[in-house]
């Protein structure tokens, strides 16, 4: 190849960079713009592909079903992230304008670190992060986050979620007192989430709380484990993700730690997670915000309208109703029926980043229209509003039976006034730090 | 006590695992000077390849001979496409260029063979044994029978069969070996090949104790202590090396972790390597170097 | 004889012409880069491909200096740029009265410090075997900043955020404000390397690279020049880091910093040219623009018809054959291709 072209091609790529100020796909007029920053590629692919056929799937069936909602259509887009929030930040700045007209009412982070990176940047853009069962916690105050929604359960709410089945299982919060819980989690900020909630628990029920960390990636945890079976614990709680969850199952297992004694975390509960750790994870239970199982009644209409003719974005029809799938089944209708609140208020066209963050402040999905819409038992009900962001708190329990995951309880609810103060001091200091002052909703329309 | 013995015996035999994956790494610095990067993507595309194979209905052995048949293909293919037109050039664009073939193969596979999780089930139940006090885990051992017996092969095959003996005459003095004869193309062919299957025999451990799945090719980064320990360029320095990362590993873990808030698996093995390069620059067996103005 | 002849006017050519550069062309680079991209720069581009494009050619620089000219491998950039980060955040957090350019100079300097540590091993160790070393660096600086909280402020997130970005009083953190934030830094920084490199400094770190018994031999002091590029490096890539976590990012987490940007780093001085200056700049375009490129040409092409998937997974392949295929072509980089036409037309018609 000759040097002028050689040159020709960076000059061509440099300029070319400044046009490529939009993707592909077109949103015809009076669509609404949803981009979805995916990561099909690397080492989180294998729950991403699941989670974006899902939202994919749902978001068609509201297209060519239901025509829209209010009419509107949805034109969604994807952009690959390996999941870096390097690279979603750029597909952020790509996108915060909308497209052809539409602007975007929110933007989902699929990931949390994804939504630490972009928090500030989405404050000031004023466009609503939407990160179900993710998040920063304490932008459950909305008040001091007024658009970053971790939607439908927050890490406080999960370990308060597994505290309590705990209890259960043991018969009362009484007999909590005096037993040993031991959380492997994750050496993250993901796996770090959940220890203020779990050292207030600790303190409030009287059971012993030891924390043991696993390195990224976690392909070897024997030395965590030993130290496990020393402790002799009552309890695991295990708040991995990755690889490092079937492995610690393994591991566990190897130790003699009972699986049906373990509890997984909503990151630790799917099919990817126990399927490699074979026979050892019969019995493993989960915290499941979005259960499995493809026997739901929006299964049913999808299966009809969507699955059987061929419309699905699912490359292999047997991961229809496995645990991502569900996820992306919940995110989505989750950003439809916010969009449908919208509506309601500011007319059926695209709605923007503002006018989102009211829509999802003030959504409430309850059991008669979670029947209506196929949602009922995968979707706990929930109710948003400006000062709680979080809307929901609960989860359910499903164990692994060896070939699919069966539900073992309804929804648990987490033990949201005692974590509350945890979370407004949080906020507060966040607040603090970056010279926010609150806002009052009460002031607002 | 025996917390010591069991997290000491533990960690060698996790060791042998780490052992497994160094040694393809040394077929190929042996041979060619190379170090390849690619060498975990490979693992993973082995892998996947027989867990694919295997999960579409074909026999255990046959889906075994269909997953080498292709990586002797594959290498090959690399030996003609990349080997040869870089061939002389420095080591760093060598490894360079692995970088850019681990990124092919990494891409080939999930792109070919999606990116979900496989379970690989071998047959080997991972059960504690108990000898005395000790546990010790049946999968591990297993493994490292594994690795032995696979570094008794490999030794036969240095230093008996005609190949074997060609390939040392290469790697000792390139022009030497071609100046009587020995084919170098073919001869790198052979070792990529035998790495790739040295590859899937580790692929295949791994992802029976951790799932087969993208993480697999992120063992790379945990052979490099092993190589720098054993030596880049001896087999029986790849095994006392993963030995002794693997014993150090857990032993760190469970005493020093502790003190410093845990999660010491990261790093510790680089500074363990770090220390015996102070010690012994080229590695507990590999060559000394010398330098030469 | 005609050739002689050719040669030494060919010399005074590239001679003058070099002189002559500075004149013309930089002037011209620099009226381009401080007045006509921010004017005519969409907020889109400005954000989100030009500054972080200058912050990695400034990291490109930094391992440059270390790699390219004085051959002492290095896989730790990352982490370097994690300590630049992070000790900018933590200046800003607790001096706020120290001004930014301050603050972004002391991160730079404690980056140093921890490089230099890092490089006391390459006295006895060479070569590849170095490349451990400062994957040891890297592993460890990505544990420090996980593990212990006060580096980040016991934020429960892991992530460092400067709360706005104020030069004396006048506030940058606009697109404006952050793109000429860092084009001035890069501009100083780059000039700066021009004169290290053309200084007994960089003549010492190119003999090192070449052939260090030799040097020492003729009485450099090796284990000191070796010392300086580690801590000059670091310099740069802390002030890399602390660029990207605030002018580009807004907010960083250790993730930012991970073995994947310090191999990006190392790709881009590899791609671009070691030892040349221009090659960082180009390097970073590489890596930085052509996987957008290639999405774009891509998507327009198939999107729609081929699975999300495999289009990104066949992305992620072709980038990897480019790599190999650039390295195939020209092992020096693209900048030694752009100085190899650059010395064909100085003698064109000619063809040497």
Redesign the interface.
Known sequence: MSRTLRRAIFAALLAGSAAIASPVAQAGPGEQYVPLPTYRVGAYASSGTLWWAGELDYFRYINDVEGGIDGVKLAYEEFETEWSPDRTVEVYERVKDGKDGSPIAFFFTHGTPATYALIEKAAADKIPLIDPAGGRTESTDGTVFPYAFPLLFNYYSQASVGINFIAQKEGGFDKLKGKKIVTVYHDSAYGRETQPAIQLLAKKYGFENIQIPVADPGSEQSAQWRKVREIKPDWVFLRTWGVSTPVAIKTAARFGIPADHIIGDVWAGSEADVIPAGTAAKGYQALAPYPGGPNFDIHARLRKDILDAGKSNLQDPKFFGSVYYNIGLVNAVLAVEALRTGHAKFGNRPLNGEEGRWAFEHLVIDEARLKKIGFLGLLQPIKLSPYDHEGGGAARIQQWDGTKWVLETDWIQADRETLRPLIEAKSAAYAKEHGITPRDPSKEN | MS?FI??FV??LL?GT?YSLVAIGFVLIYKASGV?NFAQGSILLFAALTFVTLKEAGIPFAAALVMTILILIAGSVAIERL?LR??AN?????LF??T??????????A??LM????????LGID???LFIGDV?I?Q?DLVAAVTAVVLVGILALFFNKTRIGISLRAIADDTRAALSIGINQNRILQIVWSVAGIVGLVAGML?GA???????LS??V??A??VL?IGGFTSIGGAIAGGLIVGAA??LA??YI?PL????????FA??L??VF??IR?AGLFGERVI??? | MAVSSVATNTKAQLLSFSERRPRWGIALLLVTLLVIVPYFGSEYWLDAIIVPLLILSLAGLGLNLLTGYTGQTSLGSGGFMAVGAFSTFLFGIHAPFIPLPLALVGAGLIAAVVGLLFGLPSSRIKGFYLMVTSLAAQFFLEWVFLNFPWFYNYSSSGTVSLPHLALFSLDIGSTAGRYYLTVTIVIVLTWVAKNLLQSHVGRSWMAIRDMDTAAAVIGIPVHRYKNLAFAISSFYLGIAGALWAFAYLGSAGIQSFGINRSFQILFIIIIGGMGSIEGNFIGAAFISLLPLALDYVVQSVFAGHVDAGLLQNVQKAIFGFLIIWFLIKEPDGIARLIRNAKERIAVWPLRF
């Open positions: 917390t069991e997290t533990g960690g996790a695992m170090f990349i037109p870089l050039r420095s080591p760093m664009t360079m260029a970088l850019g073939l681990s990124y092919i193969v990494e891409g080939g999930q792109g999606g990116a979900q999780v496989h379970q690989l089930d991972d059960v504690p546990l885990s999968f791994w104790r951790q799932g087969v799945q993208f993480s992120l063992v980064l945990k490099l202590p720098i590993e857990n873990e469970t972790g410093i808030g845990g999660g010491t698996t990261s790093w680089y500074f390597a770090l390069l102070y620059p330098e030469r103005v």
